[in-house]
Every structure is written in structure tokens, then in C-alpha cells.
């Protein structure tokens, strides 16, 4: 009577490239490492990052950009942005094309705060990240309904409904912006920690204390209920459902916490920059984060840092190349997804999304409920 | 395994007067049977009965457009999926449907975490709470795995695992929930005869275990072997309702078969 | 309350005409999403391409005063063809490049959006980097002559001319699904692509001739547009694009004669959304719409046709 008898072998294809495989051991040796080794480990990777603005380095980096400015924007901005698209894209597998709004959100609340009410940047932070994660949660209650392409097209149109927003908006200050935005007040008078014009290292080690950060619970979420249940919505979401995973719930932190992410960055970015218009945040910027993670491996974060820095660093390392950096990164992705959808760095569980998953290998049609399952009946043997 | 305090043999699922319809196509027509605890309930007909519709709408995917279903007592109306599931009523799938890049470990958990409450803050801080439902969950996941006598590693993949490992690790996930009633749909298909003597044998230790459960199964050797008791279902209405040797006796139910068969032919 | 009246007339004469060039976009997105349940991303260069096509025709041609009586007909025309040519075959190598490959590894629906979100970046910088940044005018090829007056209402040559060929093309385009053997493939293919592969139905040439329509579709839409606000740029089709995708998912994305009702509804929801509140705020009404729909009416407001219904 019943012939289905294809099991998954056929359907899911699990041939693994060599640097997947040797990324692979890399992360399974770090964490059979003793505890105090893995300390050291992070000693010396923050070691080396306090040391990376030294000028020596940026001469061979960047000898035509100045290295601890563009380690500050966009190299360390971008990999914090990517980060939390990351969680969005690569982990719980929604696309958002509008990621940029949130960036702005963060942005504008410490403008705004921070000019006409005069906050400090410590009061801001914690707005600007609510500020940012409430956005996010409101596009994302009533949207995350709908599948795949769907959703992409509806966080495309928030990003252009905020850009455009912030430019019509007097509060704002509309296409002029607002300037004068304070900086963070400096601690002591240790030179490194004093936030003023001139020099740009202390914004970048705020960044650097704000990446660690944003990894360090990232990794404690990706480690748990949720991020497992992240994965599982990504690779078959009905299936995540009936197993006792609240995908909408699921969903709606991932899209709160990738957001709060990009507040994050963004009040970290006005607080240097003294003064921001609507044109720091185009469609662009979304879509050069999605090619950080897209490039390094969505779901990686080792490779969405990888990816972030490469995406910030080859147009200022090669200047003269600068202007076909959206040419080259446009014609990658697409030969990204023809040749290496998995990245660079593939996670070790990704895949699924680029080969069938989110709506991808299932119908469009009908966007919610009805028709899902239809593969399921016996009718259709 | 179950965390069900009801009585043997007390009414675990019940449906009453199911009519589910998908614009003008009637999928089940008021159908009305009752699973009991600690028995092997079997729910068979001929291709396009209505049996996984059936499944889908006892575990939330579909809301009946008539009738309404209870589990142990507690109207289903109105539940998510997930919280079905939470309730103890876990199933698996017709065509598997593993999450196939997550390690088998992960997708046993993946049914273990339907014991969890914490969420994001628990996990971001490590609350005690959330350390105690981390460690419930793997062991519930590990628990479940030897239950079924999965030999695959832990940290395999799913998608390369063989065909019966696949469908060991479904039920484990499954079970994994703890629940108190399983719904198997067509756990046998695409086995070979020593492997369905091992499903068998799996399938009524899981009811020793005292995890009630439904079977949805085109094998009649395998569903008369081991059923308390067999519901038939034919053009989405049920036509019988009985101990194994009373529906194999049963006019209706022989027409029906042998109906299917003629249009087959 | 009188200041709104007044607005009436004009806002439905402009939301008609540019719900027309709307209407062609929103047949693009409808025709490549019901055959292949995909949204091409990247028709909006599809678009920019015809409109720097049929600006290079005119250039070609020496073209720098509005021509008079019978060589209107004739330019109109040339460019017609320029930018149809132009656009289509941009639809056709887009398919070839950045959607055939990952057909044919059966790649998901995100996979496909970011290749088509790569192609578009990709084309709008071919064109930035050679012809700049700037908007680029185009010679007046038709005389905004005043037909005759609604109340503050101005009907216009060429509002008229924009209505008036995209209506013909939608018909024209309408007769060729409906009514041709070539249609009927593009119906089978829409309604159910593995049975078509079985009746005989070469999918890879269906596939070819929806972007090829689409894309001619494009193309006239951008002749009107380049003839109608006489400019170009590198990225004009983004915001063109957006409303094309919002009118076909308004008349119900896959359903031919639900875009040209989409077309009009959001060139009128745009006018009067801009009427009441600023100009300023007219993309900010119809991304609002796109959202609105999207969530509450994903199957728009004929459903959809094209395709089978899903249980």
C-alpha cells in the first residue's frame, strides 16, 4: 500500500567541504582545551586586540586609511552589526533586509537624547538598545506570520519607512540630521579611555568591550533551549512546532535580540561621530551586513566576525579599488550562492536553510497555515 | 516515562464528532473514537482516509471545522501546536522529518526542551533554573535515546544516519517530551521484516513503559500483532471500531479494502 | 475640507497615471512569481536598464528638441523597442545568472533572494560607475500639452499617451497568455510545473519567456517613465521596483489582471496618501501599504489566479 519509503538520506545532502571539516576540529579541540588554557586563549586574543590600532600594524592594513578610524568604523562596527544579524539570519534563518533601521533607531535615540536632553552616554545605552529591541518586536509580532521572501520584502519596506521617516521628521533634524551628539565621558585621565575628538582608540576599545560582550551571550544562548530551538525553526519550522518549540515566541527574540544588537552598534557609532544624517543609514548598509554573514557562513560566528572585517577592510586596504567594492560584493553573493552557499566558514548547522528550508523547498502560497502539510497525506502517494 | 496520573484504561484522547474541511473537500467527516490509557490504539484505511489529516488535527496543525477533541480531560480547542505537545502528546512523522543538521543529541533535545521554561534571560545568565532544565533536558534526550536503542553517536548528524536510526531517533525525540500518549504515523514504512520485528517490540515496550499510543500503519501483520484495538477510517469517516479480530471480520471494513484494491488495480 | 475637494481631480488623474506605469512593473513581479514562486528582486534594474536604454536610443538618434508630427510616432516607437530589447534581455541574463543555477540545486527561496539582491547591486553599480551618481535629464520627446481641464485637474498629452500604451500592452500581454499556445504553457507550468514537465511542457523555455515578458513589460514602463519625468539614474528602479512588488501583491501576486488593479489602487492610494498628508510622505503611504497588505492580505485583493489554490 504505502510506498513512501525515501528517507532523509536522499533528501538531505551532507557533503562536507575540507574547511568545514578542519573548522570543525579547530572548535571541537578549543573546547576539550583544560579551563585555564582557554583562559590564556582569551588573554591573548584581547591582548591582541587592545594591541591591533598600533601604527605598525596599520601600515601594513591600511596605509592609506587611518587604521584605528576604520578599526572603529566600519571594521568593528560592521562585525557588531553582523553579529546581530547574524542571530536573525544565520541562526534562527529569517531573512531582514531592513536590519539598517535598527542601526538608525540606536543611533537617533542618542542623538536625540543626547543633544536635546542632554544624557549622558551611559543613560542612552540602555534606551537605545529598548528602543531598538521594542522596534524590533513590534515589526516583528504581526510579520513573523510570513515566510521566507515574504518577510525579507516587509523588513525591506520598515528600513525604508524608518529611513525615510527620520528624514522628514523635525525632531530629527530631517535630511541635515543632528551634530553636536556628546561623547561618552572618559574615565580617569587614562589616555586610552578619554573620549574626544582626536583620538579614535577609545571608541574602538568600547567597541571591543561591546563585541565580547555580544559574544559572550551570544554563545550562552546558542548553547541552550533557545538557540537549539533557533536551529530547529530554521530547518523545518513545522516540525519545530510540533515538538514543543514556541517558534513564534522564538522568533520574536530572535528578531528583539538582533535588534537590540543593532541599537547597540548604533549608539555606540553617534556617540563618536558627533553628527548623523539619514544618508549613514541606506539600504546599502543592510545589505552589506547581510554579506558579512552571508560571506563569512551565516550561522558561524567565527565567520561573520571573519566576514564583517573582510567586508569593512579590502575596500580601505585597497583604496584605489574602493569604488567597485558594491560591484564585487554584489556579483559575490551571487556567486556565493551559486558556488558556497554555506560561506567561507560554514556552521556546522546551517546548510539546511540554503538548501530547502524557510519556505524555500515549501510553497509560498498561502503564507500561514493552510496547505503546510499536504505533503504529509496519504493522498498524495 | 509517562508523567500521566490517569488510571489504566481511563479515556485519554477523545474525539467528538471531528469534520475538518479544506475549502470544498470534507478530509474527515465527523469522526468520533476514543484513545484509552496504557493501550495500543490503531487508526488504518486505504490511502486518502484521512488517518495523517487526523494526526494533524489532534496535534493542533489544523483546527476542526466541526467537533472538538480532548486530551486527559482538557479541551484542545484553541492550543498552538507546541503547547499540545507540552501537554504530553507527542508524535512523529510519515515522510521523517528530523532537524537533518542538528547532531542526534540535539534533536532528542530538541523534544527534551518541552520540560523547559526558561528562556532567553535564563540562558543569557545562567540561572540556576535554567542550569537544572539544561541537564533534565539532556537527560530526558539520553534517557530516550537508549530507550530506543539508538547506536548511532551523539554528535552525529542527523541527516547521516541510516534510515532506521532515522526513524529511532524520531521516536526518541518523541519521547523525549514525556509524554503520556505517542502518535505514530507509519513508523514501518520502508523497513525491512527484521526491522519491524525490532519496531514492534519497540512499540510495545513504549506501552509497557506506560506511554499510551496511537498508530497510524499500513502493515496489517504488524497492526493486528500488536493493537488493543484498531479504528477504521475510509473516505474520512470511520467505519469501524474494534478489537483487532472484529474489524478484520467486519463487511464494511472488507469492501472498503478490497474497494481500494479493484480502484487500484 | 475645500482644500481636499479641490485635490480630488488631479490626485485621481495622477494616481491613474502613475498606477499605470505601476501596473506594467507589477506584471513582472506577478508573471516570474507564478511560474516559478519567486520574487525577482532584481526587476527593478530591469527597469533602469530600459530607461538608460531608450535615453541612449534618443541620443543615438540626435534627439535633443521635441520632435513634431509624424517623427513623434517614430521615435516613440524606436525607443519602445530600444527599451523593451534593453530590459528584456536584462531579465533573461538575470535568469540565467543568478536564478537558473540555483534552480537547478533546487536552492531555497533566501538563497535565491540573495543572488537577486547581488545581480541588482551588481547592474546599479555597472551603470554608477559609468554614468555617474546624478540624475541624467532626458530630451522632451512630448509637449505636456493641456487636453482639456477637470476642475483643477489637467489632462495631459502625455498622461494620456502613459495610460493609453500601458493599457494596450496589458491587453496585448493579457490576449498572449489567455490565448496562445506559448500562454497556455506558461499557465500549465504556473498551475502545476511537474505535470507540465510531463504533458511535454520544456520548462528552462517557459521560464526564459516569462522574463523575456516580463521584461518587455518593464522595458515600455520605463519608456513612459524616462518620457513622463524626463530622468534617469543608477538607482531609479529601487522605489519603482518596491511599488511594482507592492502593486502585484495588492492585486494578488501570480494574477495578471489583479496587477493592473493593483497598479491603479496604489497610484491612487499614493496621490490622495499624498494629498492629505505631504508630498514628502508619499513613498512612506505606499511602503506603509506594501507592509499593511503583506500582513493582513497576503493574497491581495483578487487572490490568486494564476496559480492553483492551495488547500
Known sequence: MSMSTSGITHRYRSAKAPIQKANDNLRLRWRNLPFPLRVLGYVVLIALAMLLPAQSIGNIMAPQSDWPTILFYPIGSYILLALGLNVVVGLAGMLDLGYVAFFAIGGYTMAVLGVNYNWSFWEILPVGIAAAALSGVILGAPTLRLRGDYLAIVTLGFGEIIQRVVNNLTVTGGPTGISGIPHPPSVGTLSFLTYGVLDPRPYYYLEVVMIALVLFFSIRLENSRVGRGWVALREDEDAAEIMGVPTFTFKIWAFAIGASVGGLSGVVYAAKVIAITPENYPLLLSVLILVCVVLGGSGNRAGVILGAFLVAWLPERFRGLANYRILFFGAMLVIMMIFRPGGLLPARRRASEFAHGIGGGQPLGGEIQSGQFEDDEDEKE | ?265 | MHNFLVQVPPSIIDGITTGAIYALMALGYTLVYGVLRLINFAHSEVFMVGTFASLFTLHALGITKTPTGLAIVGVFLIITIAAMAGSSITAVLVERIAYRPLRKRNSSSLANLISAIGVSFFLQEVYALRYGRDLIPFPRILNKTVLFRIGEGEIRLDKVVVVVVALVMMFVLDRFVNGTRLGRGIRAVAQDSSTAVLMGVNIDRIVTLTFLLGGAMAGVAAMLYGMFYEVTQYNIGFVIGIKGFTAAVLGGIGNIRGALLGGFVLGLVETFGGAIFHAQWVDVVSFSVLVLVLLFRPTGILGESLQRAKA
Open chain 2, 1 to 265: 516515562m509517562s508523567k500521566g496520573d490517569l488510571p489504566l484504561g481511563a479515556t485519554l484522547l477523545s474525539l467528538n464528532s471531528v469534520l475538518v474541511r479544506f475549502g470544498g473537500v470534507v478530509a474527515v467527516n465527523q469522526v468520533s473514537f476514543e484513545a484509552k490509557v496504557g493501550e495500543i490504539l490503531a487508526v488504518i484505511g486505504p490511502n486518502g482516509a484521512g488517518k495523517t489529516t487526523v494526526f494533524n488535527t489532534v496535534t493542533g496543525v489544523y483546527t476542526p471545522t466541526e467537533g472538538d477533541i480532548s486530551f486527559a480531560g482538557r479541551p484542545l480547542a484553541g492550543l498552538k501546536p507546541h503547547q499540545i505537545t507540552r501537554l504530553g502528546l507527542a508524535r512523529t512523522f510519515q515522510n521523517i522529518r528530523l532537524f537533518p543538521n542538528m547532531t542526534v543529541l540535539e534533536n532528542a533535545m530538541i523534544g527534551g526542551d518541552a520540560g523547559s521554561k526558561s528562556t532567553v534571560f535564563g540562558a543569557m545568565f545562567k540561572t540556576p533554573r535554567q542550569r537544572r532544565e539544561e541537564e533534565a533536558s539532556r537527560q530526558s534526550a539520553l534517557d530516550a535515546l537508549s530507550f530506543v536503542g539508538m547506536n548511532a553517536p551523539l554528535g552525529r548528524e542527523a541527516a547521516g544516519l541510516s534510515y532506521g536510526d532515522q526513524r529511532r531517533l524520531e521516536i526518541a525525540r518523541a519521547l523525549a517530551t514525556k509524554p503520556q500518549l505517542i502518535l505514530l504515523d507509519e513508523p514501518a514504512a520502508g523497513m525491512n521484516p527484521a526491522e519491524k520485528v525490532d519496531l514492534q517490540r519497540l512499540i510495545l515496550k513504549i506501552r509497557d513503559s506506560g506511554v499510551s499510543v496511537i498508530l497510524i500503519e499500513h502493515d496489517m501483520g504488524l497492526v493486528m500483532k500488536i493493537s488493543d484495538r484498531i479504528v477504521v477510517l475510509d473516505f474520512g469517516k470511520k467505519i469501524a471500531d474494534g478489537l483487532p479480530e472484529e474489524v478484520r471480520e467486519n463487511p464494511a471494513v472488507i469492501v472498503a479494502y478490497l474497494g481500494a484494491e479493484d480502484a487500484a488495480s
